[in-house]
C-alpha cells in the first residue's frame, strides 16, 4: 500500500481508503424507447472492496455493459438510472451533478473499454488524450503531464515512443495497453472494465490479463471486470457475479462457485465450458433464450429454461439467499440460510 | 442542384429481398409516410402539383398564351395574378407550366439515377481497368463546375427546349448519383448473399438485376429525389438567365420575364413572387420526402423532443401490461 | 504527404478534361463559331479576327493536333484572346477586373456559410431531444430547395422596393470609381449585404444537416463517453472530440457542394447585378462571346480546383488517418 504514495511525487495517485469502495443498492436502468420502456438492469445489489477483483459475467443482453455504464454515470440515452444507489465511499454518484462527478471522474474511478479502436479518438496522438485527462483535473505543468505519460506507458510495457503515435497506427494489444495506461494516470482506487479483452487474440488475452493482475498486485486497485468468458476470469478474480435478464442471479468468491455452483443457470454455465485438462463430458448448452426484457416474466427470470423449474417459480420472484458466502436468486435455496 | 446532405448509415440488409418483404415493405413505406410529418407534407404537396399538371383546366381558365392588350396589369378578378409583358394571363401561366417543370423534374430524375445506376454498379461489379476509367470520368465530371459547363453547353445549342433541358442536365448530373451507387455497391459485393449467387453460379448480369439492385432500392429513390430537386433547381436556374426555349410555358420562363421586364421595380409582386415560390414548394416537396425516408431508415436522426418520447414510451408500456394482465387473465 | 500529390496529380488531370472541352465543344456544335462570333461584330479587323481564332484554337492551316497543342501552350502562357464584345479587350484583363469581386462575395460568404451552418449544426446535435433539434431541421430542409435566384428576388422585394433602405444593383454606387478609402469600403460592403444574405440563406442549410447528422452518430460514439468518463467539460467534449471528429464529412462534402455554390454564385451576380466573373458569363453568353466565355470557364474550374485541394489539405491536416493511410 505504501508503494503507490511513495511514487506520488507529482500528487497524482489517490490514497487508498478503508471501508467498501463501492456499494450498490437496488441499481435500475431502463431503455426509454418509443415501443415501451425496457428494464436492462433490474435491483441489482452488490459491494466491491478496496483492491478486489470483482468479474461479472453473463450471457450477451444480460445487462452486464448497461450496469457498467450506470455504475460509472455513464449512460447514453435513451437508458436512464431508474432507480438505486451507487456509493463511492458513502457518496452517492446517481445524485451527483455533471460537475461534482467531474472531479470523482478519473482520479478515484476510471473505465477501460472493449475496443480500444473504438475508444480512443481517432483524431489524437496517444500522448495529447493522456494530456486532456491530466488537464481536466488541474494538472497544467507540460513537465509532469509528460514525465506521468512515460511512466504508465512504462507500466504497462509500451515505449514511450508512442506518446506521438495515432491510435491507428498501434497494434490492436498495444491499443489496449494503452488504454490501461491512461486508466492508471491517477492510480485511481477502482478500474471498471468491459470485456476489454474480447478485440484480442487468446494469446494477447491471457498477456493482458497478466499485465492488469501485476498492476493490480502493485498498486492495489479494485477492478470490475465484465466478460463473458468465464475461463478467462477463473484464475484472476477474487469474486465473480453471474448475472442474467438485468438482475444478479448469484454472486460470491470465485472458487467456490466454479467448485459448487449454486443456481441452475450457474450450473448450466459451467457445464457449456469444458475444462482443457479434466475428463471428457458430454457438452450439454442451455436450451431456450433469455426473456424479452420489454415484458418480462412475473416470476423467476429463469424459470422458462430451469431443469430445477418449481411452479411456484413462474408466479413469484425469488429473492436473494446467502449460502456459504455465495448469494443465490433461487427457491432452491430458501431454506438454507437467511435472505438477503 | 442542392448540397448533397449526406447522412451516415444507410440501410443495409443482411440478405436478399424476398416478394413478401417487398409487399411489406411496401405497408411500411404507407405508414411511415402518414406518421412522419416531414413525409406527409411532401407527399400532400407532391400529389397536388401533379394534379394540378395533369388536370390545368380545373385550374385555370385562360389559355396561358394568349396576349392581350392589358400588358402590365396588377391582379385583378379577371387576371388573379396579374399579366405578364405580352398581356398573357400570369396565374393561367403558372398553372400550366406545373406540367413542363414535373416532366423535366421526372425525366431527369430517372435517367440521371439510371445512368448512374448502370455505371456506378457495372464500376463496381466490373472492377480493374473498367472502374478506374469509369471511376476518372466520374470524378472530373464532378468536379468540373456543372453550372457554368450547362450555361455554355446550353449557348452552343440554338435554343434549349425541354427535350435538349433534359439531356443536357442528365448529362451533366449522374456523376454524383454515380459515385454513390459505386460506393454501395462495392460494399455489398462481398456480401453472403452474393458470393451464395456467384457460387451457385449465376451469370453477373442476372446477380446484378436481381440480387444487387433491389437491395439498393432506399438509395435509389433518394438518389432519384436528389436529381429530381436537382432538375427543378437547375432547371429553372437555366429558364431564369434565359437560356431555356423563353417561348416554353414555364416557371423558371415566366421568371425570366418577370426579371427582364423588371416585375420587382414595377411593383408587379405577384409575378415574381408567385412562380418562384411554386419552384420553391415542389424543392421543399422533393427534399422533404427525401429527408423523411432518411429519418425512417435511420432512426436516431429523427427529431422527437426527450419528452416526447418518454410520453409514448410509458403509454406503449401502460398498453403492454394491460395486455399482459388481459391475457394472464 | 503522398496523398496532397495524389490529388494534385488528379487535378491536372481535371484541368486537362477541362480544356479539352473547352476546345471540342465549339466544334462539335452545330452552326461555324468563327462566322458567328464574326457576324455580330462590325469592323473585326484581321488581327482580331486572328485573336478570336487563336482563342478558340481554330487555325485552318493546320491539324486538329497541331490546334489543339497550340491551344494548350497559349493557354499555358495566359493568351486567353479577345473578348468580341468588350471591343477586343484581352481575355485576361476581364477576368482579372472581375475576379476580386467574385472572390471577395462568393468566398467569403461561403466561408461564412460553412461555418455558421456548422456550429449550428454541432448545438443541434449536442442538445439532442430539445425543442430547438425539433424544429431545426424541416427549417433547413426547406431552405436548401428553395432557388437562389427567388431568394434574391425576394430580399430584393423586402429590402429594396418596399422598405428602400438597401441597394439591391452593382457592387458600389453607380458613377463611384473604386479606390481603397474607407467610404469606398463601407459602400461595398453595403452593396454586398443583400446578396450575401441570399447565399447564405440557401448555402448554410445543407451544412447545419449534415454536420448535425454526422455529429449525432459520433456522439453515440465510445471515445466520446471515453471523454465523459475522464471528466472533460461539456464544451471540450463537444468542440474538440465530437465536432472534431465530426466535421470531416463536412470537409470533404465541401468539395462536393462547390458546384452549388458556383451555381449559386451566377445567380446571384445576375439578379444583383454584381460586378464578378458570373455575371460576366452571363453577358459573354448573351453576346456569343465565346473567347470570353471559354476563358471564364477556365478559370472558374481552376478555382473550384484550388478550393477542393485546399479542402483537402485541410482534411489532411485534421485527420491523421488519411496522412499515413497508403
Known amino acids: 500500500m505504501a508503494h503507490a504514495l511513495a511514487d506520488d511525487q507529482y500528487g497524482l495517485a489517490s490514497p487508498i481508503r478503508p471501508g467498501p469502495v463501492l456499494e450498490i443498492r437496488d441499481l435500475s436502468v431502463e431503455y426509454v424507447l418509443e415501443s415501451g420502456i425496457v428494464g436492462a438492469v433490474e435491483n441489482v445489489s452488490f459491494d466491491v472492496a478496496p483492491g478486489e477483483f470483482l468479474a461479472i459475467v453473463g450471457e450477451s443482453g444480460c445487462g452486464k455493459s448497461t450496469l457498467l455504464f450506470g455504475i460509472a454515470q455513464l449512460l447514453n440515452p435513451p437508458a436512464e438510472i431508474s432507480g438505486g444507489t451507487v456509493a463511492f465511499h458513502g457518496r452517492n454518484l446517481v445524485q451527483l451533478t455533471e460537475r461534482e462527478l467531474a472531479a470523482v471522474r478519473w482520479r478515484d474511478m476510471s473505465v477501460v473499454m472493449q475496443s480500444a479502436m473504438n475508444a480512443l479518438n481517432p483524431v489524437q496522438s496517444v500522448g495529447a488524450q493522456f494530456r486532456d485527462a491530466m488537464r481536466a483535473h488541474g494538472k497544467t505543468s507540460k513537465a509532469e503531464i509528460h514525465e506521468r505519460s512515460v511512466e504508465v506507458l512504462k507500466m504497462v510495457g509500451i515505449d514511450p515512443v508512442h506518446l506521438k503515435s495515432y491510435p491507428h497506427q498501434l497494434s490492436g494489444g498495444m491499443r489496449q495497453r494503452s488504454m490501461i495506461a491512461m486508466a492508471m494516470l491517477f492510480t485511481p482506487e477502482l478500474i471498471i472494465m468491459d470485456e476489454p479483452t474480447s478485440a484480442l487474440d487468446v494469446v494477447a488475452q491471457r498477456s493482458l490479463m497478466a499485465q492488469i493482475k501485476d498492476l493490480q498486485r502493485e498498486y492495489h486497485f479494485a477492478v470490475i471486470f465484465v466478460t463473458h468468458d468465464m475461463s478467462l476470469v477463473r484464475h484472476f478474480s477474487d469474486r465473480l457475479m453471474v448475472m442474467y435478464a438485468g438482475q444478479v442471479s448469484e454472486v460470491g468468491p470465485t472458487q467456490k462457485l466454479f467448485d459448487h455452483p449454486h443456481h441452475p443457470y450457474t450450473v448450466g454455465l459451467m457445464e457449456a465450458f469444458p475444462s482443457i485438462r479434466g475428463p471428457r463430458v458430454q457438452l450439454t448448452g442451455i436450451p431456450g433464450s433469455p426473456p424479452d426484457l420489454a415484458r418480462p416474466p412475473a416470476g423467476c427470470r429463469f424459470s422458462a429454461r430451469c431443469p430445477k423449474v418449481m411452479p411456484r417459480c413462474e408466479t413469484d420472484p425469488p429473492p436473494e439467499y446467502e449460502v456459504d458466502e455465495t448469494s443465490v436468486r433461487c427457491f432452491l435455496y430458501e431454506d438454507a440460510g437467511g435472505s438477503q | ?329 | 504527404m503522398r496523398f496532397i500529390i495524389r490529388r494534385a496529380g488528379f487535378f491536372v488531370l481535371t484541368l486537362w478534361a477541362a480544356l479539352s472541352l473547352n476546345f471540342f465543344l465549339p466544334r462539335i456544335m452545330p452552326g461555324n463559331p468563327i462566322n458567328n462570333i464574326i457576324s455580330k461584330l462590325h469592323n473585326v479587323t484581321p488581327a482580331q479576327e486572328l485573336a478570336i481564332e487563336r482563342s478558340l484554337g481554330i487555325d485552318n492551316k493546320a491539324s486538329i493536333w497541331h490546334q489543339y497543342v497550340t491551344y494548350f501552350a497559349n493557354t499555358a502562357q495566359g493568351k486567353l484572346g479577345l473578348s468580341v464584345a468588350n471591343g477586343g479587350e484581352p481575355v485576361s484583363e476581364l477576368i482579372r477586373q472581375g475576379l476580386p469581386w467574385t472572390l471577395g462575395l462568393i468566398g467569403i460568404t461561403t466561408i461564412l456559410a460553412f461555418i455558421i451552418g456548422t456550429a449550428i449544426g454541432a448545438i443541434a446535435a449536442w442538445r439532442r431531444g430539445s425543442r430547438l433539434d425539433s424544429a431545426l431541421p424541416p427549417l433547413f430542409v426547406f431552405t436548401t430547395a428553395i432557388p437562389f435566384f427567388w431568394v434574391g428576388m425576394m430580399l430584393i422585394l423586402i429590402f429594396s422596393s418596399v422598405l428602400g433602405i438597401l441597394p439591391s444593383y452593382g457592387a458600389y454606387p453607380l458613377g463611384v470609381t473604386p479606390s481603397f478609402s474607407l467610404a469606398f469600403i463601407g459602400q461595398v460592403l453595403e452593396y454586398a449585404i443583400l446578396p450575401a444574405l441570399t447565399l447564405l440563406i440557401t448555402s448554410i442549410g445543407g451544412w447545419v444537416l449534415t454536420m448535425r447528422n454526422t455529429m449525432v452518430t459520433t456522439l453515440t460514439e465510445d471515445y466520446v463517453r471515453m471523454a465523459r468518463a475522464k471528466g472533460l467539460s461539456s464544451s471540450k467534449i463537444m468542440v474538440t472530440v465530437a465536432a472534431r471528429n465530426a466535421i470531416l464529412p463536412n470537409l470533404t462534402g465541401f468539395a462536393m457542394s462547390l458546384g452549388f455554390v458556383v451555381s449559386g454564385a451566377i445567380l446571384v451576380e445576375y439578379v444583383f447585378n454584381y460586378p464578378g466573373l458570373g455575371n460576366m458569363l452571363l453577358t459573354a453568353v448573351n453576346n456569343v462571346d465565346y473567347p470570353l466565355m471559354q476563358g471564364l470557364f477556365l478559370i472558374i474550374t481552376i478555382c473550384v480546383l484550388v478550393a477542393i485541394l485546399l479542402s483537402d489539405i485541410a482534411t489532411a491536416i485534421l485527420d491523421p488517418r488519411t496522412r499515413t493511410a497508403s
Open chain 2, 1 to 329: 442542384m442542392a448540397i448533397p446532405v449526406t447522412t451516415t448509415g444507410l440501410p443495409q440488409p443482411a440478405q436478399g429481398v424476398s416478394g413478401a418483404q417487398r409487399r411489406s415493405a411496401l405497408n411500411r413505406i404507407t405508414k411511415a409516410i402518414r406518421t412522419n410529418r416531414k413525409a406527409t407534407i411532401g407527399v400532400v404537396l407532391m400529389a397536388i402539383f401533379i394534379f394540378v399538371a395533369f388536370f390545368p383546366g380545373l385550374f385555370a381558365h385562360q389559355n396561358p398564351d394568349t396576349a392581350t392588350t392589358q400588358v402590365f396589369a396588377h391582379p385583378s378578378a379577371a387576371h388573379w395574378l396579374g399579366t405578364d409583358n405580352l398581356g398573357r394571363d400570369v396565374y393561367a401561366q403558372v398553372i400550366d407550366g406545373t406540367r413542363n417543370v414535373l416532366i423535366l423534374a421526372l425525366s431527369v430524375g430517372i435517367l440521371t439515377t439510371a445512368v448512374a445506376m448502370l455505371i456506378g454498379v457495372a464500376a463496381a461489379y466490373l472492377g480493374g481497368l473498367w472502374d478506374g476509367v469509369l471511376n476518372f470520368i466520374t470524378d472530373v465530371l464532378l468536379v468540373i463546375p456543372i453550372f457554368p459547363l450547362l450555361i455554355i453547353i446550353a449557348a452552343y445549342l440554338p435554343s434549349a427546349g425541354n427535350d435538349v433541358l433534359i439531356l443536357v442536365l442528365t448529362f451533366t448530373g449522374w456523376s454524383y448519383t454515380a459515385r454513390q451507387l459505386r460506393s454501395q455497391a462495392q460494399s455489398l459485393r462481398n456480401r453472403d448473399f452474393l458470393l451464395a449467387a456467384r457460387v451457385r453460379g449465376e451469370r453477373p448480369i442476372y446477380i446484378i438485376v436481381v440480387e444487387i439492385l433491389p437491395t439498393m432500392t432506399s438509395l435509389l429513390l433518394a438518389s432519384f429525389l436528389n436529381n429530381a430537386l436537382y432538375a427543378v433547381l437547375a432547371g429553372s436556374g437555366l429558364q431564369f438567365i434565359g437560356l431555356g426555349n423563353a417561348n416554353n410555358v414555364s416557371w423558371g420562363t415566366t421568371l425570366y420575364w418577370a426579371q427582364q421586364n423588371n416585375a420587382l421595380g414595377s411593383g408587379l409582386y405577384a409575378w415574381a413572387i408567385v412562380p418562384g415560390a411554386c419552384i420553391a414548394l415542389l424543392g421543399a416537396a422533393f427534399a422533404f420526402i427525401n429527408y423523411a425516408f432518411d429519418e425512417i431508415g435511420n432512426p436516431a436522426l429523427r427529431p422527437l423532443t426527450a419528452a416526447k418520447v418518454r410520453k409514448a414510451a410509458e403509454a406503449s408500456t401502460k398498453r403492454r401490461l394491460a395486455d399482459h394482465g388481459a391475457r394472464a387473465r
